[in-house]
């Protein structure tokens, strides 16, 4: 198992506490990708909401909503990754936010870390990356 294309703004990795059940949004519109990530956090014990576009994800959080993680997907209709990055910040939105895309060029993975993620993966998640990501969430 290998990360692909990983940016991230820590290098630490630490073991994983999982005392506090953390509460994760998945903001993707492929259904199947939506459940191979839920099935994924879940087994790590996290509360899992779905969301198909950032504008739901944004939605949810002005409706008074909170969550320890956003994992997000870069192309969605309606609004995507970046966008939906950067007015979750723009509302004060404090959350890490993780980018997972299909996008492999460094150029986009750049593009989408500059609109406020903490770190970016490739798709799928799988259990190296979703590990790193917990404990970046746990060391912050």
């Known amino acids: 198992m290998g990360f692909g294309n990983v ?3 820590s290098k630490t990795i630490k073991t994983i506490d999982t005392e506090k059940k953390i509460s994760v949004p998945i903001v993707e519109d492929d259904l199947l990708i939506q459940k191979i990530h839920k099935v994924i956090m879940t087994k790590f014990g996290t509360e899992v909401q779905l969301a198909a576009n950032g504008k739901e994800a944004v939605d949810l ?3 008074g909503a909170s969550f320890d993680l956003i994992l997000t997907d870069l192309e ?3 609004m ?3 966008e939906a990055t950067k007015q979750l ?6 959350s890490m936010i993780v980018g997972v895309t299909s996008r492999n060029k460094d150029s986009e ?5 500059k609109s406020g993620l903490n770190a970016c993966y490739v798709k799928p998640l799988n259990a190296v990356k979703v ?3 917990l404990n970046e969430l746990k060391n912050n």
């Open 61 to 63: 959080f002005l409706s």
């Open 7 to 9: 940016m991230s703004t």
């Open 89 to 94: 910040h723009s509302i004060g939105v404090t």
């Open 80 to 82: 995507d990754g970046i």
């Open 131 to 133: 590990t790193a990501v």
């Open 76 to 78: 969605m209709p309606i």
């Open 109 to 113: 993975i750049q593009a989408f870390m």
